[in-house]
């Protein structure tokens, strides 16, 4: 059984589905229809996906949900930039990396949520490009601060955004 | 009427209209070019600006500003895969994958192009419909709401961006997003654990942030590149994409058509003009192979889509007092507070007033258009820029914007949580598109369902004959293509 | 390491822009004056609180008065952040009742509207009841007689009065929702409702061109310019009047300092008697019809007091 990136999102996907049916089975018949409709039928497709993704041997068999459709052999396949394997070879960048990205995003909004939103601007701006992007302190500090001047003039004086309200 | 007309058009003639004019078509750039603000902020923000101002004049800078969002919107949405407003989403279809090829220019030159021609087209056809735009609101009803939402969801059929199963799974996830919130029928909240914010859903705004800025942005970052990579700006692209407009004028009709009929219809939302008319553009294309890559139709499409739906939403507003969009519900407040009442009466007593709005919408647009080609091979630089620099700003400000919208920290979150979603949706061959098609779409295929229902009954669906025709156009779009797989030979032999 | 010290000297000193200080009423106010309006721009609420915000203004000696609009939840998430915020009479917020007391009244929120800083009523509105030119229904009678009527509501807690005036006029209605009130209205325009109840602001300007047809006026009086229309009070049902009517409030959080309040209630109960402003009000037919701070409060408590014997319609329509 294969443990990939492919597969564990697949996961995801089905079980996010599968609560969703799961929780609308308490609700009256008009509010559940539409949930078990789109539901039902979703997590038959993923679940053939997650298969495919997982075993090798039903990549083989369901080689229909890897296929390209009736629609696809109308579109010419040379040149396509997002095929499936092409993305995911494209983004040979492991995942480590994306996901200090995360957490970056992460601190970023709880920040805007405690502190003044200018200020976390131009710290993160700096610290993201200085750190993660190893770009050069100078240019670092100039992009910020010239990025946070223009947050606060537009949000702060002209829109007076507030996170804090 | 034509006195009217005359009427209307003086005030933009003085030095005082004309310098308004200016002022709000720079600030609804602005406001277009940033995530998360739009046509409504900009407009709720020129208000108070406008207290002191006559009627006309209150006309000219609201619309000013209203009438550059479009064409702005799409200028980050061609840049940097960021739609500036949810109405340039289908622009960066294939848009941004010019841009990666170097060809910002021509995608900037079509883009000015088709939305101001297709701003045009939306504001000749509303200065025309006035007369029988009655007729025309009451013809469309929940079945064809449906209808049309049940034909924008099939285009995920058709913009699968690899795999066409994933494609089906983005847009079954999508649906199954667009059941949270308050079910408006039952009144009964679904998937929404007590929590108020998520009484709404999932708003298509702050995802459509999220997954194009966003995501965007993380690839970027992580990859380390500039927008364009290793590809030269073509500098002569700008009036190649000019030229391209009119090369493609079905396209374009096509596109403009589609985008007044939505944005005349009111409850559809002028966010689905621009993708059914992208989804219009591939179904009737003989050469499909191109579209999610880089084929300017796709821009052309959707940006002639995107500028007319403002004229078409412009007649329940001025004919009912209804307005069409939200932009809309804004600028009639507005005109309240300038004592002008709005509805039929608004039609009888102030035609001048109406076109002073229609020709400030126009020159509005033509104005920012003007703006975007002059400055085209400056903004295509941009994409040269490492995306070290450009990303962290894109995070901030797309987050900062969702905040912005409405005052919500939800609506940050739910950014955040489509923005690494999204990543993972692109990064792994799903279909962003499907996805955020299926969200818009799915709340209002739900709605006009059970309205048709109750209303109607099953039958409602068929008896009506513009329901009836998009149902069948629906089965002739989805079929055609497994058609015309099969050859004449191929037929004759699956007969004997 | 030096990096992470200057960023948490950064963030320690971010944090002290947001420090509050005592307040006089004469110093009051010291900063900009956020209304927090729990709808989208453009609609009726926001319309009014933006009509009144000049003169507001000038009542407090030319003080900056904004709006903030905070839509969504069901009008709940925007009272909240009017509800929680500091009580230094800097955020005030526009409350719209029967909604927001009904949902109370069903339970399941954290607010209480008794605890409010009541500044004053802006105004007040009856409903109509309108019908669709192409119902098969031509008259009250009409619809009282029906096995099964269609009626369009915008959502359903904001159609609560017209649900329970429905089941007190005997009309077996089957509510259909819309997403605003304004698509209801285009719907009953269609006929593909039977009838609507809106506000009389909202429907006034298609009741005049003929697109609907009045039948039923929630009021004491006969309104001026639908003379031949009925009231409610005709038809024997008074006390639906204080059920099927909306109010646009001024108020602010609970426990505001005593002097800062009075003087916001005198700025307030000033302002909405400004000749001008009422002028210009009922020349967009958008008329104050205001009362002042005590008023208010008690009208909010006869608020919750009419609707406390439905709860359980309630509960069954909302939870």
């Known amino acids: 059984m294969r443990i990939s990136a492919r597969s564990i999102f697949s996961f995801f996907l089905i079980v996010v589905v599968a609560i969703m049916v799961f929780l609308s089975f308490d609700y009256n018949d008009k509010a559940r229809f539409f949930p078990l409709l789109f539901g039902g039928v979703t997590i038959i497709l993923i679940g053939l996906q997650l298969l495919s993704d997982c075993f090798s041997g039903f990549e083989k068999r369901l080689a229909f949900v890897g296929r390209k459709s009736a629609f696809s052999k109308l579109i010419k396949t040379g040149g396509e930039t997002q095929n499936p394997s092409e993305a995911e070879q494209s983004s040979g960048v492991p995942f480590v990396r994306v996901f200090r990205l995360f957490l970056w995003l992460v601190a970023l909004t709880a920040a805007l949520y405690f502190f003044n939103y200018v200020a976390v601007s131009v710290v993160f701006i700096f610290l993201l490009i200085a750190l993660e992007a190893k770009a050069g302190w100078l240019r670092a500090l100039f992009v910020a601060l010239s990025v946070g001047i223009f947050i606060f003039a537009l949000f702060g004086i002209i829109l007076r955004v507030n996170f804090q309200v | 009427m034509l006195a009217s007309a005359l009427e209307g058009f003086m005030p933009l003639l003085s030095w005082s209209g004309l310098l308004l004019l200016l002022l709000g078509t720079l600030m609804g750039m602005l406001f277009g070019i940033l995530p998360g603000l739009g046509g409504p902020q900009v407009l709720a923000l020129l208000i108070p600006v406008t207290y002191g101002l006559s009627p006309h004049m209150a006309t000219i800078i609201l619309i000013g500003a209203m009438g550059a969002v479009p064409f702005s919107g799409s200028i980050t949405a061609i840049l940097i895969n960021t739609p500036g407003t949810g109405a340039s989403a289908a622009t960066t279809f294939d848009g941004f994958p010019l841009s990666r090829q170097g060809k910002a220019g021509l995608a900037l030159g079509a883009s000015a192009t088709a939305s101001a021609l297709g701003a045009i087209f939306g504001a000749a056809v509303l200065a025309l419909l006035i007369p029988v735009g009655r007729q025309v609101i009451m013809a469309f009803s929940y079945p064809e709401f449906f209808m049309l939402a049940i034909m924008g969801l099939s285009v995920i059929a058709l913009v699968s961006q690899g795999s066409p199963w994933k494609s089906l799974i983005s847009g079954g996830f999508g649906l199954m997003l667009s059941t949270i919130g308050s079910d408006p029928i039952t009144g009964l909240s679904r998937f929404t654990f007590g929590n108020f914010y998520l009484w709404d859903g999932i708003k298509p705004v702050p995802a459509l942030i999220g997954m194009f800025a966003i995501a965007e942005s993380i690839d970027l970052f992580i990859k380390k590149e500039s927008i364009a990579g290793q590809h030269k700006i073509l500098i002569s692209g700008v009036w190649d994409g000019i030229r391209s407009v009119f090369q493609n004028f079905g396209v374009f009709l096509r596109g403009s058509i589609i985008g007044t009929v939505i944005g005349i219809i009111p409850g559809v939302g002028g966010v689905v003009a621009n993708f059914l008319a992208y989804a219009q553009t591939i179904q009737t294309a003989k050469d499909k192979s191109g579209f999610g890559k880089g084929d300017i139709r796709g821009v052309i499409a959707a940006e002639a889509a995107n500028n007319a739906k403002d004229g078409g939403a412009l007649v329940p507003t001025v004919v009912f007092g209804i307005p069409g969009s939200l932009e809309m519900a804004v600028l009639l407040g507005a005109l309240i507070l300038h004592g002008l009442e709005p509805g039929p009466d608004l039609l009888l007593d102030r035609l001048d007033i109406i076109f002073t709005l229609i020709f400030t919408l126009v020159l509005a647009n033509i104005l920012v258009s003007v703006i975007g080609l002059v400055s085209a091979r400056q903004l295509a630089r941009l994409t040269k820029i490492p995306s070290a620099y450009v990303a962290p700003v894109i995070f901030c400000l797309s987050l900062i914007g969702a905040y912005s919208m409405n005052n919500l920290f939800g609506d940050v979150l739910v950014t955040l949580c489509f923005g690494i979603f999204g990543y993972f949706v692109k990064r792994l061959g799903y279909s962003k598109i499907a996805l955020v098609i299926a969200l818009l779409l799915g709340k209002i295929a739900q709605e006009s369902f059970h309205q048709t229902l109750v209303s109607m009954g099953i039958k409602g669906f068929f008896v009506r004959p513009i329901s009836l025709c998009l149902f069948i156009l629906i089965l002739v779009f989805l079929t055609l293509p497994y058609l015309k797989t099969f050859s004449p030979r191929q037929a004759k032999g699956l007969l004997k | ?319």
């Open chain 3, 1 to 319: 390491m030096k990096k992470l010290y200057v960023c948490l000297i950064v963030f320690v000193l971010t944090l002290g822009l947001c420090g509050p200080g005592a307040l006089t009423a004469e110093a009051f106010p010291q900063k900009p004056i956020t209304i927090i309006v729990p709808f989208s721009p453009g609609g009726g609420a926001d319309t009014y609180v933006r009509l009144i915000i000049p003169y507001l203004s000038r009542q407090l000696d030319g003080a900056n008065v904004i709006v903030k609009n905070i839509p969504g939840g069901d009008m709940i998430t925007g009272l909240m952040k009017i509800y929680r915020a500091r009580p230094d009479g800097h955020t005030l917020g526009l409350f719209m009742t029967p909604g927001q007391a009904v949902r109370q009244i069903v339970g399941g929120v954290n607010y209480d509207l008794g605890k409010v800083t009541w500044l004053g009523r802006i105004s007040t509105m009856g409903y109509i009841m309108a019908l669709s030119p192409k119902s098969k229904f031509k008259s009250l009678e009409e619809l009282q007689n029906a096995d099964k009527v269609i009626l369009g509501v915008a959502n359903i807690s904001g159609a609560i009065g017209t649900l329970i005036s429905s089941e007190k006029l005997k009309i077996k209605i089957t509510p259909l929702a819309h997403r605003g009130s304004r698509e209801a209205i285009l719907a009953a325009i269609r006929g593909d409702v039977d009838f609507v109840q809106f506000p009389i602001t909202t429907l006034r300007p298609v009741l005049k061109a003929g697109d609907l047809k009045p039948v039923l006026v929630f009021s004491k009086n006969r309104l001026a310019d639908f003379q031949n229309i009925p009231t409610i009070d005709e038809l024997g049902h008074p006390t639906l009047i204080d059920i099927v009517k909306i109010g646009y409030y001024l108020g602010g959080p609970p426990s505001m300092p005593l002097e800062i309040t009075r003087k916001l209630e005198k700025a307030v109960e000033a302002a909405l008697k400004d000749k001008e402003l009422r002028a210009k009000a009922d020349k967009v037919k958008r008329p104050i019809i205001e009362s002042n701070a005590p008023e208010a409060r008690s009208d909010i408590h006869a608020i919750l007091d009419s609707y406390a014997p439905f709860k359980e319609v309630l509960v069954k329509y909302l939870k």
